[in-house]
């Protein structure tokens, strides 16, 4: 179905001004005919367990009606492990977890576009996604004393969640289009999101042998939470002067509400703590509007606009003991500014001026106050005084015969956001998302797909780039640190005889920063698959291995306030998958229409 894929490096004003990266732009393929095609497709992976997946694509086109529907079913075992080595005050705490999580899944999408006629589409589409899970958690702490003052001991804390979420979105698209260039097009949204969840967590405190059982505290949690959001959505473009003039609306209305229970076990019962048991609610209202420009003249193509956006959040937390963020309201209108500046040189070289304004608003899980614990030494929390984070970044490209891209760039963004690990009451620890202060990154990339032989093409890019975080959360929280880091990526795709296909690719990141104190280790991983089509190219079966030498642990060391931390793990990153596509149907027909809707940047933020 896929014509092509357009990066759009620097969005207009017309899409939202949330993010800090690009777009990708994915092009489907026109209709050519009418009836009915569809495909099946089937996966199955392992590492240390199983893991599968099967689905169902229909689409059926006449002269008026496209119809389509999509299912997807996917059930398995995942499995990750976590170190968290830290040295606090006078102890050493050297935390060792493994998480197993069971999953089944299943997606539903369904939609039809009406052609009233060459002018005007009604579309109406439908999606559904629920997961059921049970997650056990193998925690086991030792805790040491650096000077020997202080018996050692180690905390078992084994616990279990079980949960489920859903997800639906129901979406209204009309799009107008004319011979004379005008084009029209509206959605309007509404999604609804919940999830509940489980948990036990038992903390049983032993000798540092395992023989004596010294001290236990098992809590249960019960969590709830809904999302509520509802979208409208207008774009409108003409020509004017030369070129194409855009303006648009958008309003975004959202309502979550979180209950969280808090119990402890109890002469034999767990028992309500009213103390720690509360719940929150969110409301934010976006109110947004656009206006820009694009035109060429001879070998200068330019486009600029203007964003505007109203944000207005209200949270409210509800519980017995009133706690000091209870209630957090803003108010702020941004304007959010682009440009784009192309210049043809040649037939072989084009130069690329870009500059953005973009704002990245908090994920609502983050502004809930709530606690999630691994262990009671151990937690994560939200935060209902994060702010947005804003980037400003400015970017010059020069492409050479279309293929060869190369860029240099620079980005600042002020309360930049990042996960920060921090102590309260001498022995714990929590980790929080926290507006941290001011990040800036200058880089430079090179990218170039290039072909060695008919049947072997590659694609390669290399990029550098000297990032600095400056953290500031007050007195002896204070950081400044900055790092070169580079990262190397090559795919090789090679055509071998009876419709056979390998493919290489292979990727390796120098040490770099992550979060806002965290200093990672170098990253690399190496992936290979072999492609083989039958039944006249209906059929087509990939069998690959993921992370061929299981070389995907993160590692980082952090030391900031006091706090000295090394943190690593892993997941299941080798995995020997096969997947399976028969295709169905004619050919020609396109699944359905090019189109996003209005809720796609909110749903991201769930």
Do not use: C
């Not at 009915?36 to 996966?43: D, F, K, W």
């Not at 169902?56 to 496209?66: A, D, E, I, M, P």
């Not at 976590?82 to 050493?92: A, G, P, T, V």
């Not at 509520?228 to 855009?246: M, N, V």
Request: glycine share 8%.
């Amino acid at each position: 179905d896929v014509e092509a894929i357009e990066i759009i490096r620097n969005p207009s004003a017309r899409y939202d001004a949330a993010g800090s990266g690009g777009i990708i732009n994915i092009k489907l393929k026109k209709n050519k005919n009418y009836g009915l095609n569809g495909s099946l497709t089937s996966s199955y992976g392992i590492g240390i367990y199983s893991k599968y997946s099967n689905g169902l694509r229909l689409n059926y086109r006449n002269k008026q009606v496209n119809v389509f529907a999509n299912y997807t079913y996917s059930n398995g075992i995942n499995e990750s492990w976590m170190k968290l080595y830290r040295e606090q005050n006078d102890s050493i705490y050297d935390q060792r977890s493994t998480n197993t999580s069971h999953y089944n899944g299943q997606t539903i999408k369904a939609g039809m576009d009406y052609f009233i006629n060459k002018k005007n589409t009604l579309g109406v589409m439908v999606s559904f996604f629920g997961d059921r899970w049970n997650d056990f958690n193998h925690v086991a702490t030792p805790i040491l004393s650096i000077t020997g003052k202080i018996p050692g001991r180690v905390l078992l804390a084994d616990n279990h969640a079980a949960g489920d979420k859903q997800n639906t979105n129901l979406n209204f698209n009309h799009h107008y289009s004319d011979s004379s260039g005008r084009d029209w097009n509206m959605d309007i949204d509404y999604g609804r999101f919940t999830t509940a969840q489980q948990s036990l967590q038992p903390n049983i405190y032993f000798s540092a042998d395992l023989q004596t059982s010294l001290e236990e505290r098992s809590y249960a949690i019960a969590t709830a939470r809904s999302i509520d959001l509802f979208t409208w959505k207008a774009d409108y473009e003409q020509p004017l002067l030369g070129g194409r003039i855009s303006g648009g609306a958008k309003l975004s209305f959202v309502t979550t509400h979180n209950n969280f229970q808090f119990s402890q076990l109890i002469n034999g019962s767990y028992q309500v703590d009213n103390g720690r048991s509360n719940s929150f609610a969110l409301t934010e209202n976006i109110y947004a509007a656009y206006l820009a420009f694009q035109r060429k003249l001879k070998k200068w193509d330019v486009q600029a606009g203007l964003r505007m956006e109203n944000t207005y959040t209200d949270g409210r937390l509800e519980a017995v003991v009133t706690q000091a963020d209870n209630r957090v309201k803003r108010n702020y209108t941004d304007l959010f500014p682009s440009l784009a500046v192309a210049y043809t040189l040649n037939k072989n070289n084009s130069l690329n001026l870009n500059y953005s304004r973009r704002i990245n608003r908090p994920g609502y899980q983050s502004l809930n106050p709530f606690e999630s614990k691994l262990d009671e030494l151990t937690y994560q929390k939200g935060n209902p005084f994060l702010k947005p984070e804003y980037t400003q970044s400015v970017s010059m490209t020069h492409t050479y015969k279309y293929k060869l891209n190369s860029s240099i760039g620079y980005a600042r963004t002020i309360d930049f956001s990042a996960q920060i690990t921090d102590t309260i009451e001498g022995k714990r620890n929590f980790i929080q998302q926290r507006n941290a202060g001011v990040q800036e990154n200058v880089y430079i990339n090179i990218s170039y797909p290039f072909s060695i032989a008919s049947w072997w093409s590659v694609y390669v890019n290399a990029g550098a780039n000297r990032l600095s975080n400056k953290v500031n959360l007050g007195p002896a929280l204070v950081s400044h640190l900055a790092v070169f880091s580079y990262n190397l990526y090559a795919q090789h795709t090679i055509v071998l005889p009876f419709k056979y296909t390998l493919e290489v690719s292979g990727f390796y990141n120098a040490p770099t920063l992550w979060g806002g104190t965290f200093v990672n280790k170098s990253f690399w991983g190496l992936d290979a698959g072999l492609q083989k089509k039958w039944l006249k190219d209906k059929l087509t079966v990939k069998l690959s291995v993921s992370d061929i030498f299981k070389s995907m642990h993160w590692q980082g060391i952090s030391r900031f306030g006091g706090l000295y931390m090394d943190a690593s793990g892993g997941w299941e990153s080798r995995q020997l998958k096969i997947n399976g596509v028969y295709r169905f149907g004619k050919k020609e027909i396109r699944a359905q229409r090019n189109r996003s809707t209005g809720s796609d940047v909110i749903n991201k933020r769930v």
